[in-house]
C-alpha cells in the first residue's frame, strides 16, 4: 500500500480528542453519529471520500457520518493507542496487512452476518481472503495496487525491443535481457530499470508470486514457517544480477523511493520504473512537456502474472454500539458507482466486478485498461495473514534485501538471514 505522503500530525491526536468508538453519541432524538476515519490523501481521493460523506447525510438525516483525517504514515500506531484506550473511530480505513494483529486482538467487529448480499457478491472470493482471520472477516477490501513497469515510450520504441501486454507479457528472463539491452542503447550513464527499493519487502514478495514464490509457507498445526526456494530466488535474483552482474539497474535508485526515481526517470536516465499503480497520478502531473510514458505489466513466471496485493480495507470498530448503521455507510461508499469515484480518486484499481466493468476505468489513457486486465491475475499478499510479519519484515527482510540488492551478502547469506532469523521473530508470535 501507498505510505508515501504524510497528512496533518495531529491528526492522530485530534481523534483521541474528539470522541471514541465506544461511546454512544446518539443525540437526544436518536439521531446516531458514526466516525469514519479516512486515509485519503491525494487531492481527488480527498474530494470523492467528503462528497460521499456528504452524500450520504443528505440521505440519511437520522445516521450522521462524521470524517476524520488519518495519514498512512501514522495509523497503525495511532489506531493500536485508539483501541487500547477504547477511542477508536467507528469505521476504519486501513490496509488489509495491517489487519491481522488488530482482528486476532479482537479490536475489529466480524462482520460475517452484518454484509449485504450485494457486497459480498461483488467482491471476489481472493479478494475477501485479504480480510478473512481465523473464521471471521475484519475488513471489507475496495481499492487494489498492482504493481506495473512505467517506461519512457521513446526509448522502448526506438530500441526495438517487443513491448509486452497482459495477454503477452515479457518473462523474467527476458526482461533481463530486454533491461540490459536498453542499457547499451541510450549511452553512458544510462540504465534500462532502475529498482526503488528503500523499502523492498513487499514488492519483492508480492511479484514472486509470478514465479511461483510464497516464502511463508504454513504447517499442518497451523504455524507459519519462511522457506526460500529456486522459485522465491527468481525475483530477487533477478533485481540483484541487474544491479551487480549486468549492470542494466541503478544502485542509486535501490536507496530511494518511487517519488525519488521520478526525476531520472524524466530525464532519460532509465528507461523502466517499476512502481504502484497509483503513480501514474503523479506522473501524469509532473512529467514534463511532450514526455511520453506507457504502462506495461509487470514480468510473468511459471504461475503467470499472478502478483500478491494488499488492498486498502473498510473495518468497524468492535467496540462501535452502531455496527449495523456502520456497515450500510460502507455498503453505501461501495455502490459500483461509488467504487470507481474512490478508484479515479486514488488512481487505484477496485475490486469490485462491477466497478472494474465500467468503461471509466477500461480506457487506454494513463494505462487504465492495462491495470484492469490484471485485476483477475491479483491474490492476496503472502504474509497477509502472518502474525509477527512485521517486525520480521524491518528487523529481518528489509535489512537484508538491501545488503543483497547491493551486493553486500550472497544469495546463500540472504536465505540463512530470511529464513534462520527469520523462524526465530514468528516463533515468539506462534507459541501454544
Not at 514526455?291 to 473495518?315: D, K, N
Request: proline residues 6%; hydrophobic residues 40%; charged residues 25%.
Amino acid at each position: 500500500m501507498r505510505m508515501r505522503v504524510g497528512l496533518a500530525a495531529g491528526a492522530a491526536l485530534a481523534l483521541l480528542l474528539t470522541g471514541c468508538a465506544g461511546e454512544d453519541r446518539s443525540a437526544d432524538d436518536g439521531t446516531i453519529t458514526l466516525r469514519f476515519q479516512s486515509l485519503a490523501w491525494q487531492q481527488e481521493s480527498v474530494a470523492a471520500n467528503k462528497q460521499l460523506v456528504e452524500e450520504w447525510n443528505a440521505t440519511h438525516p437520522r445516521v450522521r457520518v462524521e470524517y476524520v483525517q488519518g495519514s498512512w504514515d501514522s495509523v497503525h500506531d495511532q489506531l493500536v493507542t485508539s483501541f487500547e484506550a477504547g477511542e477508536a473511530p467507528d469505521i476504519v480505513h486501513d490496509a488489509s496487512d495491517d489487519l491481522a494483529d488488530f482482528a486476532y486482538g479482537g479490536y475489529l467487529a466480524d462482520l460475517r452476518g452484518l454484509l449485504p448480499a450485494r457486497l459480498t457478491a461483488d467482491i471476489p472470493a481472493q479478494s475477501w481472503e485479504t480480510t478473512t482471520f481465523g473464521d471471521g472477516v475484519y475488513g471489507v477490501p475496495f481499492l487494489q495496487e498492482p504493481r506495473v513497469l512505467i517506461a519512457n515510450k521513446k526509448i522502448l520504441e526506438a530500441s526495438g525491443v517487443r513491448i509486452p501486454t497482459p495477454e503477452e507479457p515479457w518473462s523474467w528472463e527476458e526482461f533481463r535481457r530486454i533491461s540490459e539491452d536498453l542499457t547499451r542503447r541510450p549511452g553512458p550513464d544510462r540504465y534500462g530499470v532502475a529498482w526503488p527499493f528503500r523499502d523492498p519487502v513487499s514488492a519483492t514478495l508480492n511479484l514472486g508470486l509470478s514465479a511461483g514464490g510464497r516464502m511463508f509457507q504454513r504447517e499442518a498445526d497451523g504455524k507459519v514457517r519462511i522457506e526460500f526456494t529456486e522459485a522465491d530466488a527468481v525475483v530477487p535474483g533477478t533485481v540483484h544480477d541487474q544491479v551487480n552482474v549486468d549492470r542494466s539497474a541503478s544502485r542509486t535508485a535501490l536507496g530511494g523511493g518511487g517519488s525519488d526515481a521520478l526525476p531520472g526517470f524524466f530525464a532519460g536516465r532509465y528507461a523502466m520504473v517499476p512502481l504502484g499503480f497509483s503513480y501514474r497520478q503523479q506522473i501524469a502531473l509532473q512529467a514534463p512537456e511532450g514526455f511520453e510514458w506507457i504502462v506495461l505489466p509487470a514480468p510473468a513466471g511459471r504461475a503467470g502474472l499472478a502478483q500478491g496485493v494488499s488492498p486498502q480495507t473498510l473495518s468497524v470498530a468492535e467496540d462501535s454500539p452502531h455496527k449495523k448503521e456502520a456497515v450500510a455507510f460502507i455498503d453505501f461508499l461501495l455502490r459500483p458507482a461509488n467504487m470507481v469515484r474512490l478508484a479515479k480518486g486514488d488512481w487505484m484499481l477496485p475490486t469490485g466486478r462491477q466497478a472494474l466493468a465500467d468503461p471509466a476505468l477500461r480506457t487506454t489513457r494513463d494505462g487504465w485498461a492495462t491495470g484492469v486486465a490484471l485485476a483477475r491475475h491479483l491474490r492476496p499478499a503472502p504474509a497477509q495473514s502472518v502474525r509477527g510479519y512485521p517486525e520480521w519484515k524491518d528487523k529481518v527482510a528489509t535489512p537484508a534485501l538491501q545488503e543483497y540488492y547491493s551486493g553486500g551478502i550472497d544469495r546463500d547469506e540472504l536465505r540463512r538471514r530470511l529464513v534462520e532469523d527469520g523462524n526465530l521473530v514468528l516463533a515468539r508470535y506462534q507459541r501454544d
